[in-house]
């Protein structure tokens, strides 16, 4: 239900929109932009590899972690002002980590940032979800949130590595100030107040905790596989430990009478399908981005600038493939279209096995997979996030918006982490049956190689995305999303 002030005039909806997209660019611009600064933060902090990924994991962990609660948040005390809150941290967050003098330091800040987005992100959803009735205008708004969503990714490649080459890498943090300023004192003024005027004024901390812990346990597990071996006693304690609190949670929940998520929203077939499925996709995007950008750097020496030129033409892809999805909907349907996207996804990434260690060429062996992963993209996120908030109450806005960003967030930290425990696997052993001290050429076909298997598990999770979508959604499911027709969701 909208909370608005008697007599006041509604506000503009497109400036609505535009203030929760910069809030959320902000957001998804720091899941990526640390990726080009990596080899430099490295350098600067003296990190050991295996602690590297922790800079982008902590921050999307506890965001992920987080997201059910934000968006519940957002329903019980009002999405406006858990909004405003998560501006005002993330904010913060981001100059701490850009003051940051340790590792230490700046994987807490990181998750610090983390936990601000986690507050900002369901609640932006949820207020659009609101603003927009189902139809053709929410269409449109999802268009623009999607290609923030995704193409924000690509952009932060960009500035991350225009920032570190010129500047340096503190700045990849700074920046996000006068954004975060300029967004709380405008949304302050312009965004509307909205909740859940009949829900009861209680928190899951108890749920919130034991999900977060038990995911960061799950993750902690894996990425220490490569290094200990799954067998060893810190990995499968780490796992166990995971397992029990994870169970926990579920119990609270079902126990809880105002739980986090109400585990029978999962009932509901387009909120169980648009979920597992963007889990799985995001599981593969996410490791995209992070392995083409140590290939550019690490084996054909891009600066961080070049680095984040070349991925230039992703956010292009994701503008294409969001407005080609707006026309395909009605004519093919909600659950077509990202079967297409997806396809075509898959196919952009596996070109990237042309890639050697000896050199490529930008315009014949990178752009084409580019470009294709990036429509592809674009053709997803469109009408997988219409399926997750179409036929939501307004009551249930912001707990549909936590739980859509927490499938992107823990599917994206998981994805990293098994996919870079494959590659490292994979590179560290090529390097040993060597039988000699590897050149430096010999270390830069090892990771190639480890790459080719890291970009041949994202393909094959693109895929299993698509056939899930396939095997969990009928077409009458989606005629919400399909057509915007204000249509019951259904079980």
């Keep these: 239900m909208n909370a608005r002030a008697a007599g006041a005039a509604a506000p503009n909806p497109w400036i609505v929109l535009v203030l929760v997209c910069l809030a959320q660019f902000m957001v998804i611009l720091d899941a990526t ?42 329903d019980l005390i009002g999405r406006k002002r858990v909004f405003l809150a998560g501006v005002i941290l993330f904010t913060v967050a981001s100059i701490v980590c850009g003051l940051a003098q340790s590792e230490t330091a700046l994987i807490v800040a990181r998750g610090a940032q983390g936990l601000g987005a986690a ?21 449109k708004a999802m268009g623009v949130w999607a290609a923030i969503a995704v193409g924000g990714g690509a952009v932060g490649l960009l500035l991350g ?43 899951d901390l108890a749920g919130a905790v034991t999900v977060t812990a038990g995911l960061i346990a799950l993750v902690w597990g894996i990425v220490r596989s490569g290094e200990f071996g799954w067998g060893s006693a810190q990995v499968i304690g780490s796992l166990v430990a995971a397992a029990v ?12 009478p105002e739980p986090l998520v109400r585990l029978s929203i999962f009932s509901v077939r387009t909120i169980r399908g648009a979920n597992v499925a963007m889990f799985i996709v995001a599981a593969g995007l996410f490791a995209m981005f992070f392995f083409n950008t140590l290939y550019l750097q690490r084996v054909l020496g891009y600066s961080p600038l070049d680095a984040g030129l070349a991925f230039l033409p992703f956010t292009l892809g994701i503008i294409i493939g969001a407005g080609l999805s ?13 079967l297409l996207g997806l396809v075509l996804a898959a196919a952009g990434v596996l070109l990237f096995l042309r890639l050697t260690a000896d050199g490529a060429s930008y315009w014949l062996d990178l752009l084409p997979g580019i470009m294709l992963t990036s429509i592809g993209m674009g053709l ?23 739980l859509f960003n927490t499938s992107q967030q823990i599917g994206g930290a998981l994805g990293l982490a098994l996919l870079s425990t494959i590659a490292t696997s994979k590179t560290t052993g090529v390097t040993e049956n060597l039988g000699r001290r590897p050149s430096e050429a010999d270390t830069a076909s090892a990771l190639v190689d ?29 005629v919400a999303a399909s057509h915007g027709e204000a249509v019951p969701v259904a079980a």
């Design 33 to 74: 932009i640390v990726n080009v600064a990596l080899p430099s933060i490295q350098d600067d902090l003296g990190m050991a590899p295996s602690n590297l990924q922790w800079v982008v994991n902590s921050y999307t962990l506890l965001f992920g972690g987080f997201l059910l609660l934000g968006g519940r948040a957002g």
């Design 326 to 338: 707006q026309r395909l909907l009605p004519a093919i349907g909600a659950r077509e279209v990202p």
């Design 161 to 203: 590595g225009i920032l570190t080459e010129t500047l340096s890498w503190p700045w990849i943090f700074f920046v996000n100030a006068p954004v975060g300023i300029a967004a709380f004192i405008l949304s302050l003024r312009l965004v509307p107040e909205s909740k859940d005027e009949q829900a009861h004024r209680s928190f």
């Design 245 to 256: 609190l994870l169970v926990a949670f579920l119990v609270i929940e079902h126990r809880s």
């Design 380 to 402: 997803t996120f469109v009408p997988v996030t219409l399926i997750a908030t179409s036929g939501i109450p307004h009551a249930d806005a912001g707990l549909a918006s936590g």
């Design 450 to 478: 480890g790459f080719h298997l890291s970009w041949i598990g994202t393909a094959a999770l693109l895929v299993a995305g698509a056939l899930l979508i396939l095997a969990l959604l009928r077409r009458r499911d989606v």
């Design 119 to 139: 507050l900002i992100s369901p609640a932006a959803l949820s207020i659009v979800t609101t603003t927009f009735a189902e139809g053709a205008q929410r269409t």
